[in-house]
């Protein structure tokens, strides 16, 4: 598509569910990336993928937080015993080529830990 | 780790009036993006800078990017209603993350 889809739109988990969000990219776009973006705006990089490969995995919390790509599936991150803390909009960009280039973002999927 | 520093972190302005945000970071960057989301929305991207000394105009935007590529900022004239929203810088240091500023969100007053 012309566009980066994301689902869900929102997703409520109670304190220690799991939480699985999904992201399909633009096509022909060989990489993803997944950002959290808390209350006050601040965005967060979390992991890229080159095509279905963990390019960077730097930001992810590494006990509860896995993301995957893999090839004929949209792109997913999971969250293993959600916390509150977890609340916040997961964003997914993919871009053409590296990052050096531009990001086109989806909708985000807002996730709320109660 | 790395760190963009972004100010202000709010700005009202009456429309007409022209806008400023800048961003600034501790170390040299290999380019910078400039985003906009507007409330409730996601990042649309606006430019990216690449060169030392670099500006980039779109119509109303002019874009700039310090010698030193270490500082960039994002001036708007004549501000319209329609430019309402937080403007981010993201940078890029030899890697291919994005490391987003912490935003300057504009309100126009008509």
């Known amino acids: 598509g012309e566009e980066v889809a994301q689902t869900p739109k929102h997703l409520v988990r109670g304190e220690g569910q799991k939480a699985k969000l999904y992201c399909a990219p633009i096509k022909g776009h060989s990489y993803v990336f997944w950002y959290q973006q808390v209350l006050k705006n601040e965005f967060k990089f979390l992991i890229s993928?080159?095509?279905?490969?963990?390019?960077?995995e730097t930001g992810m919390p590494k006990e509860r937080f896995s993301a995957k790509c893999l090839p004929n599936s949209p792109c997913s991150l999971e969250i293993q015993a959600t916390k509150l803390e977890d609340s916040a909009v997961y964003f997914c960009?993919?871009?053409?080529?590296?990052?050096?280039?531009?990001?086109?973002f989806g909708p985000g999927t807002r996730l709320t830990v109660l | 780790g790395q760190q963009v520093m972004q100010i202000p972190q709010y700005q009202h302005v009456q429309e007409g009036e022209d806008f400023t945000t800048y961003c600034n970071s501790s170390?040299?960057?290999?380019?910078i993006q400039w985003y906009k989301q507007r409330p409730g929305g996601h990042p649309v991207f606006l430019i990216q800078?690449?060169?030392?000394?670099e500006v980039k105009k779109q119509k109303r935007l002019t874009f700039q990017f310090g010698e030193a590529k270490k500082n960039s900022s994002l001036h708007i004239t004549a501000t319209q209603t329609t430019d309402v929203g937080t403007y981010f810088c993201a940078a890029s240091y030899n890697t291919d993350k994005l490391i987003f500023g912490t935003g300057t969100r504009l309100q126009v007053f008509p």
């Open positions: 800078l690449v060169k030392s000394g």
């Open positions: 170390t040299t960057l290999s380019n």
């Open positions: 960009a993919s871009s053409r080529t590296t990052g050096y280039n531009e990001q086109f």
């Open positions: 993928f080159q095509n279905e490969n963990v390019f960077d």
